[in-house]
């Protein structure tokens, strides 16, 4: 294709982009295919996958009276094959052929060669491009290419458009309701008020402007730096009842990179260079931003949208602009294209009751504080659809799917609000089982321990009855800091949580940095980080990193019992062998140094599939084996959890998931090796049941989850799991086991634990 056809391609995009609706968005999309290849008809059929009709909705050269009103179902017409079929038809005789349907009121009868295009985005089918001559002949190599390539290139555009249409005819009242899929980012359901959320200054925006004064636009920026540091500093204090002093690092982060000295000096720099304080701020703050954007990984690319954030508060306070104060609504949905942790702070806390943000991910640092504050929240609906439609809307949002549905209607209301109330109650019950032990009826007993790390703290989950801590990511000491944290630093936090749990054992990983966990003054740029220096490597790698963690970890257990060791990333049996010996000789060390250090037991994490497949020789050399679940599923399946595109694939029940899990058992029950699951799918009630039959000894999951697991296993006979067992190594795809599983649930009143019975 030539790069004029390229650059038309581009004209037609951004002219679709440009329009204020849907109508004149597709009508500028058939106008510049016109144009484009000077056909006589050109038109586009938005597909309805509720009733199976293709809906003309514009068209250049058909009677522009039967746009809107002609109707073809997927069953008939040409239009309906390109639908069923998925594929482009080509025929250059259209009324010869036997799917032809005459539609009189579209006035096609001059016209005879037909091609038709599908449009798909994300693996739903969307609408059908068409354009027809009065000719006869079959549309040539370069016209398909054409059609082929703007069809792809506007699949993201049309689905936009169709959302923007869709809201438009709900806030006219010529239709009832719509619903949006998304992704899940904190579980719960809320019914509440939309409230778009955005920023009354656009650092984008700011101009250069010279400055004859440098030293007043310094004493500005710094006044200014001053004041947003404060503000930063003092968030948290909104939260004192709700999120302990260990939650709040988040928004001490926050402080901390606005009080950066490089950023302070770079601004400055800029300053005496002739640029105003505003102009200065943004050029560093895009500089930052830009280097964030620059890495690989999502985790590191969404930072770059805090800097831009605390950017914008900065400008705030240099513009002296106020806010004044909003009357928020009691139950509020708040709404942004890219709403971060600190914008939560905007709305009173016991009115904050859902979040729906365009941008974000279930490991986003927003995900990770709207799961800390129990508030359902739904991510991922950029280039989807408008947010700012959603202001003031009613607005249902179910955080265990993902889904959000604008304007409910009446009955949709009234299910949803059914639900709530189950799942208050069903709450209510679960808080029962606090002082219960996690074991099924016929005596079979399950550990369950929690996960620490960010957002975690020690009186909530002491609360819900924790057995231990299972996973201690020690990363967090180490991410929160401008270097690395010292032997002495890492000792006293660990020694507060070994001395706050003890008897109860307290699993600590070694640093597992790399990946989406990017240290901010050890930064490593890979092609793939996830396939790259992460985890153990990193710290074989770097003898003093692993051996002054070590030591930290062993001193800190002095007098205790109940320190654990857990190695990540393990893929080979030297990397074991290495790791252990390096343990050795930290203990060797502080033990020559006078202290009376009892040899924690090790471990060895499983996530990576060269590990499932040694299994038997690394539980050979360990006291216990611990399956990361989210990295061992995103390896196996080939996913990265990460993106948003294939988030929907990560499935914790797929087959080679599950028998990946059997044979990690079979080798720890030969060995006699305690096994102990952990990551997200730990939490989920369906795999819990298999679990149970898997014989696993421990679970390492978020305190959120806990009693609903304890309510599974409670309910559960271990052969009746067993049977269960047998019934799914019989299915080849994920969909009958969860079928079974969700029926099993439901059988035994649990259904309200993944809501999969609503």
């Given at each position: 294709m030539t790069s004029y056809t390229l650059n038309t391609i581009h004209k037609i995009v951004k002219s679709i982009d440009r329009s204020t609706d849907l109508s004149s968005a597709l009508n500028n999309l058939v106008q510049g295919i016109h144009d484009a290849l000077n056909v006589d008809v050109c038109s586009l059929?938005?597909?309805?996958?509720?009733?199976?009709?293709?809906?003309?909705?514009?068209?250049?050269?058909?009677?522009?009276?039967?746009?809107?009103?002609?109707?073809?179902?997927?069953?008939?017409?040409?239009?309906?094959?390109?639908?069923?079929?998925?594929?482009?038809?080509?025929?250059?005789?259209?009324?010869?052929?036997?799917?032809?349907?005459?539609?009189?009121?579209?006035?096609?009868d001059p016209f005879f060669s037909f091609l038709g295009v599908p449009i798909n985005h994300h693996g739903e089918h969307l609408a059908v491009l068409v354009i027809q001559e009065e000719s006869t002949r079959r549309f040539g190599d370069q016209e398909i290419a054409f059609m082929t390539t703007l069809a792809t290139m506007i699949s993201g555009n049309i689905a936009f458009a169709k959302a923007?249409?869709?809201?438009?005819?709900?806030?006219?009242?010529?239709?009832?309701?719509?619903?949006?899929k998304g992704i899940p980012g904190a579980p719960g359901i809320t019914i509440?008020?939309?409230?778009?959320?955005?920023?009354?200054?656009?650092?984008?925006?700011?101009?250069?402007?010279?400055?004859?004064?440098?030293?007043?636009?310094?004493?500005?920026?710094?006044?200014?730096?001053?004041?947003?540091?404060?503000?930063?500093?003092?968030?948290?204090?909104?939260?004192?009842?709700?999120?302990?002093?260990?939650?709040?690092?988040?928004?001490?982060?926050?402080?901390?990179?606005?009080?950066?000295?490089?950023?302070?000096?770079?601004?400055?720099?800029?300053?005496?260079?002739?640029?105003?304080?505003?102009?200065?701020?943004?050029?560093?703050?895009?500089?930052?931003?830009?280097?964030?954007?620059?890495?690989?990984?999502?985790?590191?690319?969404?930072?770059?949208n805090d800097m831009r954030?605390?950017?914008?508060?900065?400008?705030?306070?240099?513009?002296?602009?106020?806010?004044?104060?909003?009357?928020?609504?009691?139950?509020?949905?708040?709404?942004?294209?890219?709403?971060?942790?600190?914008d939560l702070s905007k709305v009173p806390g016991n009115k904050l009751a859902g979040i729906v943000s365009g941008h974000g991910s279930g490991y986003s640092?927003?995900?990770?504080?709207?799961?800390?504050?129990?508030?359902?929240?739904?991510?991922?609906?950029?280039?989807?659809?408008?947010?700012?439609?959603?202001?003031?809307?009613?607005?249902?949002?179910?955080?265990?799917?993902?889904?959000?549905?604008?304007?409910?209607?009446?009955?949709?209301?009234?299910?949803?609000?059914?639900?709530?109330?189950?799942?208050?109650?069903?709450?209510?019950?679960?808080?029962?089982?606090?002082?219960?032990?996690?074991?099924?009826?016929?005596?079979?007993?399950?550990?369950?321990?929690?996960?620490?790390?960010?957002?975690?703290?020690?009186?909530?989950?002491?609360?819900v009855a924790t057995e231990g801590i299972g996973l201690y990511r020690t990363e967090l000491p180490f991410m929160v800091k401008d270097n690395f944290p010292s032997e002495e630093e890492q000792c006293t936090i660990y020694r507060q949580v070994i001395e706050a749990y003890a008897p109860r054992p307290v699993t600590l990983r070694t640093l597992d940095a790399g990946g989406d966990k990017v240290l901010p003054y050890f930064k490593i740029k890979e092609p793939n980080p996830f396939l790259g220096w992460r985890g153990i490597r990193v710290t074989l790698d770097h003898p003093e990193i692993m051996l002054g963690q070590l030591r930290a970890m062993l001193r800190a257990s002095e007098g205790f019992e109940n320190l654990k060791i857990l190695l990540p990333m393990i893929s080979s049996t030297s990397e074991l062998d290495r790791s252990i010996r390096?343990?050795?000789?930290?203990?060797?060390?502080?033990?020559?140094?006078?202290?009376?250090?009892?040899?924690?037991?090790?471990?060895?994490?499983?996530?990576?599939?060269?590990?499932?497949?040694?299994?038997n020789q690394i539980a050979k050399r360990v006291d216990f084996v611990s399956v990361g679940t989210n990295d061992l599923i995103q390896y196996l399946l080939a996913i990265d959890r990460n993106n948003e595109l294939v988030a929907k694939l990560f499935d914790p029940l797929h087959p080679a998931v599950l028998k990946a899990l059997s044979d990690i058992a079979k080798a720890a029950k030969k060995y006699d090796k305690h096994l102990s699951i952990c990551g997200e799918a730990a939490g989920d009630p369906l795999l819990a049941i298999l679990l149970i039959a898997l014989s696993v000894d421990s679970l390492s999951l978020s305190a959120g989850d806990l009693l609903r697991i304890k309510s599974v296993i409670r309910s559960f006979n271990y052969?009746?799991?067993?049977?269960?067992?047998?019934?799914?190594?019989?299915?080849?795809?994920?969909?009958?086991?969860?079928?079974?599983?969700?029926?099993?649930?439901?059988?035994?009143?649990?259904g309200g634990l993944t809501r999969a019975g609503k």
């Open positions: 059929y938005l597909s309805d996958n509720t009733t199976d009709m293709n809906i003309l909705m514009a068209t250049y050269g058909l009677n522009q009276d039967a746009v809107g009103t002609v109707e073809i179902p997927y069953s008939e017409g040409l239009v309906g094959l390109v639908t069923q079929t998925g594929e482009t038809v080509n025929i250059e005789n259209a009324p010869t052929h036997p799917r032809f349907k005459y539609i009189p009121e579209a006035g096609e923007r249409g869709l809201l438009e005819d709900l806030l006219s009242g010529t239709k009832t309701s719509g619903q949006f509440g008020e939309g409230v778009v959320l955005y920023n009354p200054v656009d650092l984008s925006s700011v101009p250069n402007r010279y400055t004859a004064n440098p030293e007043k636009e310094e004493t500005r920026f710094r006044s200014a730096i001053q004041k947003a540091v404060t503000e930063l500093q003092n968030i948290s204090q909104l939260y004192e009842n709700k999120l302990p002093e260990a939650d709040r690092l988040l928004f001490d982060a926050y402080a901390l990179i606005a009080s950066d000295k490089e950023l302070l000096k770079a601004t400055i720099e800029r300053i005496h260079e002739g640029n105003w304080a505003p102009g200065a701020l943004k050029e560093t703050i895009e500089e930052y931003a830009g280097q964030f954007e620059n890495m690989d990984n999502e985790y590191m690319r969404e930072r770059a954030d605390i950017g914008n508060r900065i400008l705030g306070y240099l513009q002296a602009e106020a806010e004044s104060d909003r009357d928020y609504p009691d139950k509020v949905i708040l709404v942004g294209e890219n709403l971060s942790p600190l640092h927003l995900a990770i504080l709207a799961h800390a504050l129990n508030i359902p929240a739904v991510l991922g609906f950029f280039g989807q659809i408008p947010m700012s439609k959603l202001d003031g809307n009613k607005l249902i949002i179910d955080g265990y799917s993902g889904q959000l549905i604008v304007a409910p209607s009446e009955t949709e209301l009234e299910a949803y609000g059914e639900t709530i109330d189950s799942e208050t109650e069903l709450l209510k019950d679960l808080a029962d089982l606090n002082d219960k032990p996690a074991e099924t009826p016929d005596g079979y007993r399950i550990k369950l321990y929690t996960n620490m790390g960010l957002l975690t703290r020690v009186r909530h989950l002491i609360d390096f343990i050795h000789r930290a203990h060797e060390q502080v033990r020559d140094e006078g202290l009376e250090i009892k040899f924690p037991q090790i471990g060895a994490m499983i996530e990576v599939p060269s590990a499932v497949y040694q299994i052969e009746d799991a067993v049977k269960l067992w047998k019934k799914v190594q019989k299915f080849d795809n994920s969909e009958p086991t969860r079928l079974l599983l969700t029926r099993e649930l439901e059988d035994r009143g649990l």
